[in-house]
């Protein structure tokens, strides 16, 4: 047996006895897209498809292990097969989590083709660990809702070589009738590298119009800004439109264009095009342009 189909057999039977005495829930998602990028077609997932235990107790106690189920990601080394997993307390004063936690400016832009082709992260905004995706291991988590804002820190304390010292935080509310937000991090406890983003979305009419502004230090063309729009057809469908600035290469403008479909709860379709956006292309300048249909389904 497959050692990790194997390890999530023995953490589901650990997991088990616990539920006759805590809240235990289970969930993911299984999706699969079919895209065209650039002439060659794939048939794959882009960051869906996953199997995530949640449990709390009376008592404020709670934990979560969440396993990245796509095929690459779980055939992969180290920890390319996990998501989030971590320990925590709720309180009245607000919450606590240690582990492998996701960034505190993960998807803040609240980007509804995360997870797809046409995504904006590694695109429009920034990617990786210290972006709008993947997680970071050795993290303690203060986080709390305070009416409509939600505030979010985070400090790595081990002593771990260049992460020593990782700080993160983000802020989201509610102001004068828009959503704002902004989040920052010091990009592994580098001295001379920060990151951060500001942006917001607001309703006009039939249509929510969002800007990301972000500077990311790592780089040299440091920063960029993102344009978008969203509106409702009714009967479950939504239209996007972006464009951006910047582009994964730097080099090329990124638009995208979309649809997406909510069937029901559990149920989603999109499809659209997308230009300089996710993916695997190297060449300096090279505007990759991609297109294709995607369907997910909630467990």
């Given amino acids: 047996m497959n050692k990790k189909i194997l390890a999530v057999a023995i953490g589901a039977a650990m997991v088990a006895p616990l539920a006759?005495?805590?809240?235990?829930?289970?969930?993911?998602?299984?999706?699969?897209?079919?895209?065209s990028e650039d002439g060659k077609i794939n048939a794959q997932d882009y960051g869906n498809q996953r199997l995530q235990l949640d449990i709390s107790d009376e008592s404020g106690f709670m934990g979560r292990m969440a396993l990245d189920m796509r095929f690459s990601k779980f055939n992969a080394a180290a920890d390319g097969?996990?998501?989030?997993?971590?320990?925590?307390?709720?309180?009245?004063?607000?919450?606590?989590?240690?582990?492998?936690?996701?960034?505190?400016?993960?998807?803040?832009?609240?980007?509804?083709?995360?997870?797809?082709?046409?995504?904006?992260?590694?695109?429009?905004?920034?990617g990786g660990s210290y972006g709008s995706s993947s997680f970071i291991n050795n993290m303690l988590q203060y986080d709390n809702k305070f009416g409509d804002t939600v505030l979010n820190i985070q400090y790595d304390p081990t002593d771990n070589g260049l992460k020593k010292g990782d700080?993160?935080?983000?802020?989201?509310?509610?102001?004068?009738?828009?959503?704002?937000?902004?989040?920052?991090n010091n990009q592994k406890g580098g001295a001379d590298t920060t990151y951060w983003k500001v942006g917001g979305n607001m309703g006009f009419g039939g249509v929510n119009v969002r800007l990301v502004y972000e500077n990311d230090d790592s780089q040299?063309?440091?920063?960029?800004?993102?344009?978008?729009?969203?509106?409702?057809?009714?009967?479950?469908?939504?239209?996007?439109?972006?464009?951006?600035?910047?582009?994964?290469?730097?080099?090329?403008?990124?638009?995208?264009?979309?649809?997406?479909?909510k069937f029901s709860k559990k149920a989603h379709m999109w499809a659209g095009y997308t230009q300089n956006g996710t993916s695997s292309a190297t060449t300096a300048g090279g505007a990759v342009a991609a297109y294709g249909v995607g369907f997910r389904v909630d467990i």
């Fill in 167 to 184: 700080l993160g935080a983000s802020i989201k509310a509610k102001l004068a009738g828009a959503g704002v937000f902004a989040a920052y």
């Fill in 220 to 261: 040299t063309d440091a920063a960029s800004w993102d344009l978008g729009a969203d509106m409702g057809f009714g009967n479950g469908w939504t239209g996007t439109v972006d464009y951006s600035d910047k582009g994964k290469e730097r080099a090329e403008a990124f638009y995208r264009v979309g649809v997406y479909k």
């Fill in 81 to 126: 097969f996990w998501r989030d997993f971590y320990t925590g307390y709720k309180s009245s004063i607000g919450n606590f989590r240690a582990g492998r936690l996701a960034g505190a400016g993960k998807n803040i832009e609240s980007d509804m083709y995360v997870g797809t082709f046409l995504e904006l992260r590694n695109a429009a905004v920034k």
């Fill in 20 to 35: 006759a005495q805590a809240d235990l829930k289970i969930s993911g998602r299984v999706a699969m897209e079919l895209v």
